[in-house]
């Protein structure tokens, strides 16, 4: 796994829905545990495989370290370093404190105490000057006349060009570039409705392809790398991704909206909107207050130890046959991020089912 500071291998992060595993890790199994998937399983005994590494990705992060804090390369079932003792031991302490205080919900995490560095902070700072300090309650935001998750909603469809000029599209096509640590790789995103996505990425070394097929998801890494299945959370973001219709289906697909505070993407007041799912975590939504556009996403995937952050900033909004489009998107994670600029997209195309499916 990489830390913070690292972007995301391009045959990684052409997977732009998916949670990303380390280069020299396969896949685990679908359905089997992680003692039963890898050697040496102790504190996570009992979790899904594909959780494992997810979880790893959020401790890493959580300290700002990489795999070779805690591993041997080339020896990861080792036990050859004092870190990956100590890390059992927070493991469990974390899960007995949520436990016995928070009836099991992931309340305390590494984040908790260790906020992005390998020695947790257990003393506050002593004031460095007169002025106010940083962690000071925020201002209250801007006064604005309060809206409903139905008004927040309904401006959107509204902003984007309606729902019956919506549902006239069938069909995107989308060429463009993914730029990741400064490098453009060329980029396609197929679409079909109501629930088809499939973008592939044209490295060197090979088409690296993200794909859900209206089911389920799966993945290609190129050069050579066979496809494989997405795991439960991965397949989830895929198919709100893979929603072509998902301005007018929030409705249906979450269960419950909360409007939370106001808030600003780079200089656009955003309403927020909390949108709940039984049994899934939350995904929040920024719109901006004066468009009405979409210009946030942020969703959560469960592991163990916490949930991982994916956040997707949407912007250069353009007009295509009557429908307003992102034609930039930025995706981070806790390891990475990498940006998909669209040069021209054409809507209505005929797109065969095969283009989706598994090979």
Request: proline share 7%.
């Amino acid at each position: 796994m990489h830390s913070k500071s690292r972007a995301l291998p391009i045959a990684v992060a052409a997977c732009a829905l998916a949670l990303s595993v380390p280069a020299h890790a396969q896949p685990a199994p679908a359905g089997k545990t992680a003692e039963q998937s890898f050697k040496n399983i102790q504190a996570l005994q009992g979790t899904p495989a594909d959780q494992v590494f997810p979880a790893m990705q959020f401790i890493a992060a959580s300290l700002g370290v990489e795999c070779d804090f805690c591993h041997v390369q080339g020896k990861f079932d080792a036990d050859d370093k004092p870190a990956k003792k100590t890390a059992r031991h927070m493991i469990a302490m974390t899960l007995a404190i949520n436990k016995d205080s928070f009836n099991s919900r992931k309340e305390v995490t590494c984040y908790t105490c260790h906020r992005g560095g390998h020695d947790p902070v257990g003393t506050p700072p002593v004031l460095t000057s007169d002025a106010e300090p940083e962690h000071a309650e925020p201002a209250p935001a801007a006064a604005t006349a309060a809206a409903t998750a139905d008004q927040i909603l309904d401006k959107y469809v509204a902003a984007i060009g309606g729902a019956e000029a919506l549902h006239k599209i069938s069909s995107r096509v989308s060429k463009g570039n993914i730029a990741v640590a400064g490098h453009d790789t060329p980029i396609e995103v197929f679409a079909k409705a109501p629930d088809k996505r499939v973008s592939v990425t044209h490295m060197a070394s090979g088409d690296s392809i993200t794909a859900f097929d209206g089911q389920g998801g799966w993945l290609s890494g190129g050069a050579g790398h066979p496809a494989r299945d997405m795991s439960a959370p991965e397949a989830e973001a895929a198919r709100l991704d893979a929603d072509f219709y998902f301005a007018t289906h929030i409705k249906e697909i979450f269960t419950g909206f909360r409007v939370g505070r106001p808030d600003k993407i780079g200089d656009s007041p955003a309403y927020t909107l909390n949108c709940m799912r039984q049994g899934l975590p939350p995904v929040r939504l920024y719109f901006d207050q004066s468009s009405g556009l979409l210009l946030r996403q942020v969703r959560y995937a469960d592991t163990p130890v916490g949930r991982n952050p994916t956040q997707i900033d949407y912007a250069d909004y353009r007009e295509v046959d009557g429908v307003k489009v992102p034609f930039r998107w930025t995706l981070a994670r806790v390891n990475g991020r990498f940006t998909i600029q669209i040069q021209e997209a054409k809507q209505n195309v005929p797109i065969d089912d095969a283009k989706f499916a598994k090979p």
